[in-house]
């Protein structure tokens, strides 16, 4: 251990004088070799509670992160401190990759940087057994809890990985964890209670405002605000990626610089509009969810949720982005009843019907004893979304009925970068005949070759493994151009279950266990708006920190008076619109017949069998996307034996 004192080290490498808030606490626990769990606020300082400690342990500190852009920042500012931090993800070659476990194994770093899905490779997970890992960090740890809101399959295995690389600690954090949320990580990561650290929520600097208003009004509301309010950069939140190139072009329009960032836009876009804004004083971004994560901006003075946030935890999450700096910073919430549709149609569209997790048993238990399926695949054969067929594959493994192994790529495209002659001139023998054979396999496409790796392996009667290599030498050594595509995984079968029908049945109800969590965060952000005291001391409650007097600064603060707003009314279909729900029918349930399927496309839920089909351009698909996927399904079994 480093003979310096935490507090010389905080001076020494990272140039602050004092720890904040929890901080110490949770590194004297680390220093002392106990395994701790801290739920600071956004921008609370969590990243410190692993990285000092990690110069002060002799061994590798590994951080788990989910977040590629978050890794990458961190890496560049510890590089600039002189701290040996590297990263393994998906954007690294293959010769950049073995770069780096060679410094592991030299014991040249002290921070290593992993996303969770890394573990789900064997030769890593051999690798890391090799390795002292004083420290392993969970990042985002409330991923773990299925009592939480961003709940990640991936995450439920981290404490058994944890264990077999004999890490002398963990470390799990989170800013957004409640009660039960960090009672569940303690548990699954086996932290004492009392080496569980909450900072709580509140910030005193942050206004929390809530107006409600209707879809007519809202734009003018939202542009009156940012009119009146002290500039500074900005941040508008919407729940839909159409909503924030709408809202960014009225506020265009109403001459602010604002910008719409979302997952739909092409990753050098995404790249150029965070730079701009990290670098303004005025911008607004106009974002959804896929923005903010691991952005560092201390002066962001508002943050608008133009539609309801989906859970208080999303919320806390999203206001935690103002005022880092410490100065006053406006967090206002634009509560229109009509958001609730689109949100609820989420949760609803995500939870996978019990005959679709009977088809995803069915296919899984009548493989081999070993075998390897694509889960996009395996998505479309069940119509169930990727991650929830990711998630109903790790309940299987810990459960007991299967054992993952490392994933592979099925196919390879590469894009020769000289003749294949010349390639073949700088081989001899049987290598050279090997590789004739070989590029021989692949097939034009445009300005790529495809090649089978499986197919050319039969076909050549050479092992697999070979045929990787070889491609890879070619990358490597600048012959080839190559992209990976096809992504199988690996599995075997340890049991097979005692009644499918019961298994499936099971996992459905956990499904729909999910489901009913989903909803209830929901209602809690009703609750939140409408509430009749203090907003801010009823959220610190919720994060298990409640404050002993109201806030004074908040909406009912104020105004002293609950704010309302208006309810739905039910919603029923004319007889237009009843007439177009059982044309739907007549003219879908031959491609997909179940009412569940054919309501989905009249809501303008895509799932994977409707994107194969290429339903999204059907004149039916999101004709009732404003309505509640419920009406609807309702709608659809009644007329579903009239068609």
């Not at 073995?98 to 997970?125: C, H, T, W």
Request: with cysteine; glycine share 6%; net charge negative.
């Amino acid at each position: 251990m480093d003979a310096l004192h935490p507090q010389e080290l905080l001076q020494q490498h990272f140039g602050f004088s004092e720890f904040r808030e929890g901080q110490q606490v949770v590194i004297e626990h680390l220093l002392n070799g106990k395994s701790a769990a801290a739920v600071f606020p956004t921008g609370g300082g969590k990243s410190l509670c692993y990285q000092l400690p990690a110069l002060a342990l002799d061994g590798l500190t590994l951080v788990v992160s989910p977040l590629i852009a978050l890794m990458k920042d961190q890496i560049d500012a510890l590089t600039a401190r002189r701290i040996a931090a590297a990263r393994l993800d998906s954007t690294l070659s293959a010769d950049e990759s073995r770069q780096v476990m060679e410094s592991i194994r030299r014991g040249d770093l002290k921070l290593l940087y992993v996303a969770p899905e890394r573990f789900n490779n064997e030769m890593f997970r051999q690798q890391m057994q090799q390795v002292k890992v004083s420290l392993f960090a969970v990042d985002e740890a409330h991923c773990i809890s299925e009592w939480g809101h961003n709940f990640r399959p991936d995450y439920l295995k981290l404490a058994e990985f944890a264990k077999q690389f004999r890490a002398e600690r963990i470390l799990a954090l989170t800013a957004t964890a409640t009660p039960a949320v960090l009672k569940d990580m303690c548990r699954v990561f086996h932290i004492a209670e009392e080496c569980a650290v909450c900072t709580g929520f509140y910030r005193s600097n942050l206004q929390l405002v809530t107006t409600p208003v209707d879809d007519t009004n809202r734009n003018a509301v939202l542009i009156e605000r940012l009119k009146a309010a002290t500039p500074g950069p900005t941040i508008v939140y919407v729940t839909l990626q159409k909503t924030a190139m709408n809202v960014a072009a009225r506020l265009q329009e109403a001459g602010f610089d604002a910008r719409p960032y979302h997952a739909g836009l092409k990753d050098d876009v995404r790249s150029e509009v965070q730079d701009w804004f990290l670098q303004s004083d005025s911008g607004i971004v106009v974002a959804t969810i896929a923005f903010g994560m691991g952005v560092d901006k201390s002066n962001i003075r508002a943050v608008y949720h133009y539609n309801l946030p989906k859970s208080l935890e999303n919320y806390s999450q999203e206001i935690g982005r103002a005022g880092r700096d410490g100065l006053p910073s406006v967090c206002e919430t634009l509560a229109c009843p009509d958001d609730l549709t689109v949100l609820e149609n989420f949760v609803l569209g995500d939870t996978p019907t019990a005959a679709a997790v009977g088809r995803l048993l069915a296919e899984v238990f009548g493989q081999e004893e070993e075998f390897d399926i694509s889960l996009y695949e395996l998505a479309q054969l069940s119509d169930i979304r990727p991650l929830v067929v990711r998630t109903l594959l790790t309940y299987l493994e810990l459960d007991g009925y299967l054992e993952g192994g490392t994933p592979f790529y099925s196919g390879y495209q590469f894009k020769p970068l000289m003749s294949s002659a010349e390639i073949l001139k700088r081989f001899e023998g049987e290598r050279q005949q090997f590789l004739k054979k070989l590029l021989a396999q692949s097939v034009k496409r445009r300005t790529w070759f495809g090649i089978d790796t499986d197919q050319a392996a039969a076909r050549l009667g050479e092992p697999r493994d070979r045929i990787i290599r070889a491609l890879d030498y070619l990358g490597e050594q600048q012959m080839l151009e190559l992209k990976v595509e096809g992504v199988r995984n690996r599995y075997r079968r340890l049991k097979q279950p005692d009644d499918l029908q019961q298994l499936t049945q099971d996992l459905y109800g956990r499904m729909a266990d999910r489901e009913r969590r989903e909803l209830q965060r929901l209602d809690e952000v009703l609750e939140l708006i409408e509430l009749d005291a203090c907003q801010t001391a009823h959220l610190c409650r919720h994060f298990g920190k409640p404050l002993e007097d109201p806030c004074g600064h908040c909406s009912w603060c104020q105004e002293q008076t609950a704010a309302h707003m208006q309810h739905r009314s039910d919603v029923t279909l004319s007889k237009d619109q009843s007439d177009s729900v059982r044309k739907a029918i007549r003219d879908l349930s031959s491609a997909l017949p179940a009412p569940e399927q054919i309501a989905r496309i009249l809501c303008g839920l895509s799932t994977p069998a409707i994107s194969a089909a290429r339903l999204q351009k059907s004149p039916h698909f999101a004709r009732f996307e404003e309505f509640p996927y419920r009406t609807i399904l309702v709608a659809v079994r009644e007329n579903s034996d009239l068609r």
